[in-house]
């Protein structure tokens, strides 16, 4: 049986960069350790060198582009996200949305380099239309939940539900995550009862007064 | 049996806007009535009301946006475009891309108010993940076919043929439309052999020398 | 001497699109031909003909973009734009960002079509710039008054004082609008006193009851 | 007198990234030592930290986004830039364009950390109005020279002299880069004695077989 997946998002806190983003993957690797759960981070793009250097968890980019090394100044090239040590990257989360041509071309992309790749969406529609390009996961985020503090088992766990059979519809071998709504090991719990593979979150961990504490406590119940 | 779909999209062209865009529609018309054929025309917005008016064929906007009433300056509101008599609605043009989010609002608006929806898309991946938001047709737009003069039935039916496939794979009930590479009527015929319920066009109408003599050749094996 | 404007944006309002956005034009003829004051109206794309047609007062588009004509699917043609009988057009609008490349050709493209524009800003370094670009207006919108409901004049007058005397500096044949923050016909006299010539506002008007007697008091101290 | 810049973009180039960045810093560092002219590389994020450590030269982000610590994720945080060592950024080049907004926005969040700011432009009203946001420098892209072989000087010099005017006019504190058409040392002196403090350039270093030949030759008439 693989592990699930517990995803940080560094996303661009103040408490997420830099020697900050250091003490998050500190905390991610040694829960990841004591439990046997499998902890990623997606920190900022200047962290994925040090971090994948320095750390044996899993490191994705929170963004790249669907293209190809050229004249592209500015954009995040998979190559180079790749080059920087990269397990995976996140592609279009809902503060960075892509075109339906750039995800797919993004997701193509990260396949040709063997980065694993978690597209991000936000309803049963979007989450069906995600796995036919089949990506490693679908990670749901009901606009609803982001953000809210409300836990998704408490808000609309039918939505979670409904995607996972909407991908499994569309493709079975793509999993699913719970991007959003995530507040404790009980939330955790009802993710993979729900039937995803995982949970994605940020400011929970990335803005705890102890990161570890928290994983810890996320991981409880697996 | 349903009549397959001729949809001319007037682009930005100079010889689709105001008083050309009439003179397109009016060899549309009579085509459409000598034929049977069912020919629709998508113009600027600004002719939207201008065409629905004066003429009985299906009029469809070139882009929506996936927005409700409020404060959106500049975009396209799906209930003022249906209020301008609009019968359809083009979606994810090559020429104007949306989010994957976006493309689903717009789909699910246009439905709401029972405008017909046409989801342009670029491969076969794409093709599949804009059924999945059940449009009513996807138009496949191989991006090596737009605008190259080519036939879509010698440069590469296969796309065609699979993108038909992908579609049908994810619902059954949402139908193609060969979007490039439409050259003549032979072009027309192998594009509905191929599986397809219509063709998108432009240039080859909009900036022909006699748009009704084009159009009769378009449908002339139909 | 020439006549203050003040500029009513519809946006995409349900109060403000078809039939609605008539009875908003009415209230603007109206009201100019008793105060003298010039009123001009920014409706959606589909309304700018009807407007236009029937109607003496200035219409203006909400966008357009910076194009020529062309294979530009679903974009805002300036000349489509011209021919629906448009007097200008927004550019810019806090709802509607763009480029500063497009902005300038936006600019550019109307000047050649000899329509009127007005260029929206943030903040007084972005209104200088807009003003480098020579358009009729620059109407500067201070984010902290979008929408707030609280007055220009009791929020921060300077910030208008400083962008007049900023894109004075920059080019003294520009105008200013006062773009946010008008709630009544003191705003209005306060706008013009601070060296505006006149006021862009929407939801006052366009949700209004009674546009007409809104507008009348908006003018009163004229 | 201080020295004319010399600013080599590593784009998204495959003969740009990790190693091959290396290379290209190497070559910078050794030709800026023997000259003494300055010469800087900005090279993909992911190499903003090694570059910035192991060499003595300038490193430049090729972007960042004008957000302040928080929830954007997969923006360019200017925080993030700095602490991975950056000297400076570009803002707005020809391939990674902002709305107005973000511009002032990049600027005065680069300001506030002591990132020098290369704004890039297209043409003299927009290098005029990025002017009046007081970059460091303004780097002028004419279009008809990107990528075109073609020499500034046998092309247009005139579109670079009205270009410093303007920005001149505008603020007579920021300089001038010449953004394109720089080909070999001619044209570098040229683009001095037509009043700018240096050039940008790409492909002419970065995909040669002797990075270090070609930048000799560039410096060879300062």
Known sequence: MVSPLILINLKTYQEGIGGSAHRIATAAENVAKESGVTIGVAPSFMDLRPLSTHFSIPVYAQHIDGITPGAHTGYILPEAVKLAGAHGTLINHSERRLTLADIEAAVAAAKRLQLETVVCTNNVATSAA????APDYVAIEPPELIGS???VSKA???IIRRSVEAVRGVRDDVQVLTGAGIQSGDCVKIALDLGTQGVLLASSVVKADDPAAVLRE???LL
């Open 130 to 133: 995600a796995a036919a390009l």
């Open 149 to 151: 503090g409300v836990s």
């Open 156 to 158: 609309d766990p039918e």
């Open 218 to 220: 996320l991981v409880s």
